[in-house]
Antibody
Framework: EVQLVQSGGVMVQPGGSLRLSCVVS????????MSWVRQAPGKGLEWVSV???????YNADSVQGRFSISRDHSNNTLYLQMTSLRVEDTAVYYCASRISVTAMAFDYWGQGALVTVSS | QSVLTQPPSVSGAPGQRITISCSGTSSNIGAGHDVHWYQQFPGTSPKLLIYANNKRPSGVPDRFSGSKSGTSASLAITGLQADDEADYYC????????????FGGGTTLTVL
């Protein structure tokens, strides 16, 4: 059974840094298309960052230069390094992956981690 | 302001058929990018409902269907049930944004 298990939520001050993790079990992440998607309180889904199977990665304009996606094959984990955090980065962050479907859709999601940026 | 436009809310009575639209442009849906749909209940992670415009993942009832035409896509739900009450999001990609992912703003379905 494929599972994506995320680290817990946290509160951080504006300007601070944080690393989110997403441990994947049941399948190797080495050739998987994976992303981070966030959802601000009471708002819709917003795509944040992607890493392709070949290793290239991209970020949304709203986080470009501040967030960085990476993966560790040895422990089958996806990461999101977040720096220079702003109040508007407050959201539930989900890791998401294409595992079984043949299109660029996210068929597996983590349980989400609430990141609160507040002084 | 989301790149893909969805109605904020739709409603229907049990047993009825409803549709949720997802309007894009020539740089995303109209450029040939697939559209995917997710269902999300409060406090839970999104669940893939439809992928590649009209395909259902294993386990999704055939009451749910998707279609795409031109710069728009639609999600249809027939035989509406009380537990279909949730938020629904469309997802595609945008050539004007380096082919990166975009979501619709979401639609809240209320079953009357």
């Amino acid at each position: 059974e494929v599972q994506l298990v995320q680290s817990g939520g946290v509160m951080v001050q504006p300007g601070g840094s944080l690393r989110l993790s997403c441990v994947v079990s049941g399948v190797s992440i080495s050739n998987k298309y994976m992303s981070w998607v966030r959802q601000a309180p009471g708002k819709g889904l917003e795509w944040v960052s992607v890493i392709y199977s070949a290793g290239s990665s991209y970020n949304a304009d709203s986080v470009q230069g501040r967030f960085s996606i990476s993966r560790d094959h040895s422990n089958n984990t996806l990461y999101l390094q977040m720096t220079s955090l702003r109040v508007e980065d407050t959201a539930v962050y989900y890791c998401a992956s294409r595992i079984s479907v043949t299109a660029m859709a996210f068929d597996y999601w983590g349980q989400g981690a609430l990141v609160t940026v507040s002084s | 302001q989301s790149v893909l436009t969805q109605p904020p809310s739709v409603s229907g009575a049990p047993g009825q058929r409803i549709t949720i639209s997802c309007s894009g442009t020539s740089s995303n849906i109209g450029a040939g990018h697939d559209v995917h749909w997710y269902q999300q209940f409060p406090g839970t992670s999104p669940k893939l409902l439809i992928y590649a415009n009209n395909k259902r993942p294993s386990g999704v009832p055939d009451r749910f269907s998707g279609s795409k035409s031109g710069t728009s896509a639609s999600l249809a739900i027939t035989g509406l049930q009380a537990d279909d009450e949730a938020d629904y999001y469309c997802h595609s990609y945008d050539s004007g944004l380096s082919g990166l992912a975009v979501f619709g703003g979401g639609t809240t379905l209320t079953v009357l």
